[in-house]
């Protein structure tokens, strides 16, 4: 099974505006990663939420988990321009936490 | 964080030839991480690299066609072999747990291969 599914696949808002891309994900985790990805370049890394923690802010980032649900959710308040990229949920495949599976990811687009 | 320097940062190949591509981070680690992204869509992991080992290939990959190498604990290469189109991809190299940080990922730049 898939772990880590975003939605919505794309989207397309105006500078200003915040920007909400879920997550899903099918089993227990320790926690849920974001990254970013630039025009197919490298991910970077966003935020980390623990499998016990509920929310977690860093800057105009605001990341939600769900565990009963299995879902998480990224708010981008404020969005800009250079927001514009992907965004990737990822979650570990094993207990050492080395070995990621990736969502589909969100592509955002923030027009000026 | 971690400092990875992927190379070539893109290339067009000519179909049944052969590309490496090669990682180095700025940092001792024992695994090293090998991600193929397909256009638009995700990225799924190859294989994972161990110092002194034969690499450990995920379902749908094999060692024929993606050799890799781990010579040290800051260097490995991907080779992509007799390449079709279907392997034009971003192929992406990570390490994690770098800098005290025990859970994050970080990435080289990525290597866009194009096959025709």
């Known amino acids: 099974s898939q772990q880590g599914e975003e939605d919505p696949q794309a989207l397309s808002i105006q500078e200003g505006e915040n920007a909400t891309m879920n997550c899903s994900y099918k089993?227990?985790?320790?926690?849920l990663q974001w990254y970013r990805q630039n025009s197919g370049r490298g991910l970077v890394h966003l935020i980390l939420?623990?499998?016990?923690?509920r929310e977690k802010h860093s800057g105009r980032l605001r990341v939600t988990l769900d565990t009963s649900k299995k879902s998480s959710s990224l708010l981008i308040t404020a969005s800009r321009a250079a927001d514009t990229a992907s965004y990737f949920c990822a979650t570990a495949r094993d207990n050492y936490g080395q070995n990621f599976v990736f969502g589909p990811g969100t592509r955002l687009s923030v027009l000026p | 964080s971690a400092v990875i320097s992927q190379k070539p940062s893109r290339d067009i190949c000519q179909r049944g030839t052969s590309l490496t591509i090669q990682c180095q981070v700025d940092?001792?680690?024992?695994?090293m991480f090998w991600y193929r992204q397909q256009p638009g869509q995700s990225l799924t992991l190859i294989a994972t690299?161990?110092?002194?080992?034969?690499?450990?290939?995920e379902s749908g990959f094999v060692i024929d066609k993606f050799p890799i190498s781990r010579p040290n604990l800051t260097f490995s290469t991907l080779t992509v072999s007799n390449m079709s189109p279907e392997d034009s991809s971003i192929y992406l190299c990570?390490?994690?747990?770098?800098?005290?940080?025990?859970?994050?990922?970080?990435f080289g730049q990525g290597t866009r291969l194009t096959v025709v």
């Open positions: 939420i623990r499998s016990n923690e």
């Open positions: 940092s001792q680690v024992t695994m």
């Open positions: 089993t227990s985790i320790n926690n």
């Open positions: 990570s390490v994690v747990g770098i800098g005290g940080t025990n859970t994050e990922a970080f």
């Open positions: 690299a161990n110092q002194g080992s034969e690499a450990t290939y």
